[in-house]
C-alpha cells in the first residue's frame, strides 16, 4: 500500500488512487451519456472521449494502456452486431418488410388494437433474430406511412413497437445488445439463452401487450379506415428478399449448432453476411451496403467496453463486489429479485447497455470466488430489458422511435406526434412496472430453473 493510497478497507482489498481514477472516469462518462439532452454532446462522442481519457490516465498511473484497452473490447458483440446491421441493410431496399407491414394493415381491417398486436408479433419476431434496434429501424419510417394511410396518429404503434422489441429481444443471446454483451462474457450460447429466456419472456409479451392497450385505450378503441393498397406493389426485388430469407433460416439453425461447432455468433453472422453478399453481388455494390451500417453505435460499444475495462483493470468492480458478495451468499433469491428492479430503474434512467456493461465484471468477479452466479445473468438481461421500457432513453431502439416522432412532428408542424419525455413516462412506466411485477413472480415460480448452471 502506498502512501497515495486511500484508507478505505474492506475485505482483500484496498481503495486506492487507481480506483478513484478510474471511478471518477466512468461517473463522468456515464453522466454525460446520460445527460446528452442538456448538452446535445452525442453520446458516442462522449463515450469515446471517456475512453481516450481512461487509457491515457490508465497508462500515467500504470493500471491501463493501449494493448489492454483492445483486449478489453468484446469483438464478438461488436462484429455481430455490425453483421446483422449489413444484412439488413442488403433486405431493406427489396420492398418485403414494406410488404409484411401493409398486409398485416389489410389483415386488420381497421381494428387498431389487433393491428398493434400483429406488428408486435412480427417485430417481436424479428428481434429475436436482427436484435431489437434493427428491427425498430425498419419499422419506425414504415409505422408512420401505414399510420397515414390509416389516418391514425402513429404515437402508440410506434411506442409499441419499442417497447414490444424490446420485449422480445430478451427471449434470444441475438435480440437485444445487453443480451449479446452478457452472451459474450458469461460464455450463454444460443440454445441456453432461448431455453432459459423464452418462457418468461412469453408471459412478459403478453403482459406488455395487455398494458399498451389499458394505457392507450382511447387511441385504439376506434377504428380506423381501412387500407386498400396490395403488399405485392412493395416487393420490388424478390431474388434477394427470398434469398436472404433462406439466408437467416441458415443462420437460425447454425446459431443454434454454434455450440456444438465450437463457432462464436460472430462467425455465424459473418458466415450468414458472406453467402448473402456472394449470391447477391449483382444487384450492389459492396460499398452501398456498408455504407448503412450504424458506425456511431458500434463505436458507442467500442469505447464503453474500453471504459470498463479500465474499471476493471483498476480492481474498482472487484472492491465493490465485496459489498455484494456477503448479500448474495446469504439469500440469492432475495438478491435476484432486487438486481431485477434495481437493473430496470437504472436501464431506464441511464440506458441499459452502459448499466450491463458496468455490472458484468461485477458478476464475473463474484463468480470466480465460487458463487453460482447463474440466476444473476437471466435477472440482469430480464431487468435491463424491461427496464429500458420505462423512459425514452432506455434503450437505443426507444431513441430511435423518439427521433422518428420528432422528425414527423416538424414535417407535419403538429407537436402531438413528437413523443416528449414526460409523455414517455406517463406511458412507459406504468407498462415497465406491470411487467416487472409479472416478471418477479414468473421468476420466484420457477427460480430452481433459472439457478441451475449452464452446463448441466
Known amino acids: 500500500m502506498t502512501g497515495s493510497d486511500i ?53 500515467i498511473m500504470g493500471f491501463y494502456n493501449p494493448d489492454l484497452a483492445l483486449h478489453a473490447i468484446d469483438w464478438n458483440v461488436v462484429l455481430l452486431l455490425g453483421a446483422m446491421m449489413t444484412i439488413v441493410a442488403i433486405m431493406a431496399p427489396t420492398g418485403g418488410f414494406e410488404a409484411i407491414a401493409y398486409s398485416i394493415a389489410k389483415f386488420s381491417k381497421g381494428r387498431q388494437f389487433l393491428l398493434v398486436a400483429m406488428l408486435g408479433v412480427v417485430i417481436s419476431g424479428l428481434s429475436m433474430i436482427l436484435d431489437n434496434v434493427t428491427t425498430v429501424v425498419i419499422f419506425g419510417p414504415l409505422i408512420v406511412i401505414i399510420c397515414q394511410q390509416l389516418r391514425v396518429s402513429p404515437v402508440p404503434y410506434l411506442m409499441a413497437a ?25 460464455d450463454i450460447d444460443f440454445n441456453t439463452f432461448v431455453t432459459r429466456m423464452f418462457g418468461i419472456v412469453v408471459v412478459c409479451w403478453a403482459a406488455t401487450l395487455l398494458a399498451l392497450r389499458f394505457v392507450f385505450n382511447k387511441n385504439l378503441s376506434k377504428q380506423a379506415k381501412q387500407i386498400k393498397l396490395e403488399s405485392k406493389e412493395f416487393l420490388t426485388d424478390r431474388y434477394t428478399w427470398f434469398t436472404a430469407i433462406a439466408v437467416l433460416t441458415v443462420m437460425v439453425g447454425l446459431f443454434i449448432m454454434h455450440g456444438a461447432l ?52 483498476s480492481h474498482f468492480l ?16 432475495v438478491a435476484c429479485i432486487i438486481l431485477l428492479w434495481v437493473s430496470a ?3 431506464a434512467a441511464i440506458d441499459n447497455i452502459p448499466f450491463t456493461a458496468a455490472m458484468i465484471p461485477i458478476i464475473l468477479g463474484m463468480e470466480a470466488q465460487g458463487i453460482n452466479v447463474t440466476p444473476l445473468w437471466w435477472v440482469l438481461s430480464l431487468g435491463v430489458g424491461l427496464g429500458g421500457n420505462g423512459s425514452h432513453l ?9 427521433t422518428v416522432s420528432e422528425r414527423l412532428a416538424r414535417k407535419e408542424a403538429d407537436p402531438s406526434l413528437r413523443i416528449t419525455p414526460g409523455f414517455w413516462l406517463k406511458k412507459g412506466t406504468p407498462i415497465m412496472l406491470f411487467t416487472l411485477l409479472v416478471g418477479t413472480g414468473v421468476f420466484i415460480l420457477f427460480f430452481d430453473f433459472f439457478s441451475v448452471p449452464f452446463n448441466q
Not at 432506455?394 to 423518439?402: D, H, I, L, Q
Open 162 to 186: 419499442a417497447i414490444l422489441s424490446n420485449t422480445g429481444g430478451i427471449a434470444t443471446l441475438v435480440g437485444d445488445p445487453p443480451n449479446l454483451m452478457i452472451g459474450s462474457a458469461a
Open 318 to 333: 472487484m472492491w465493490v463486489g465485496q459489498f455484494i458478495k456477503p448479500f448474495v451468499e446469504t439469500d440469492m433469491l
Open 394 to 402: 432506455g434503450s437505443t431502439a426507444n431513441v430511435f422511435v423518439v
Open 262 to 313: 465450437h463457432w462464436e455468433a460472430w462467425v455465424v453472422a459473418a458466415f450468414g453476411l458472406t453467402a448473402l453478399m456472394f449470391a447477391t453481388h449483382h444487384v450492389a455494390h459492396p460499398d452501398e451496403r456498408y455504407a448503412e451500417v450504424e458506425l456511431t453505435l458500434l463505436l458507442f460499444f467500442v469505447s464503453l467496453f474500453v471504459v470498463v475495462g479500465g474499471v476493471e483493470h
Open 7 to 59: 484508507v478505505i478497507q474492506t475485505g482483500e482489498l484496498v481503495f486506492n488512487n487507481n480506483m478513484l481514477a478510474s471511478a471518477i472516469i466512468l461517473a463522468v462518462t456515464f453522466i454525460g451519456i446520460f445527460t446528452e439532452e442538456l448538452h446535445h454532446i452525442h453520446r458516442t462522442t462522449v463515450a469515446m472521449v471517456g475512453a481516450g481519457a481512461m487509457v491515457i490516465v490508465g497508462q
Open 345 to 347: 430503474f437504472l436501464s
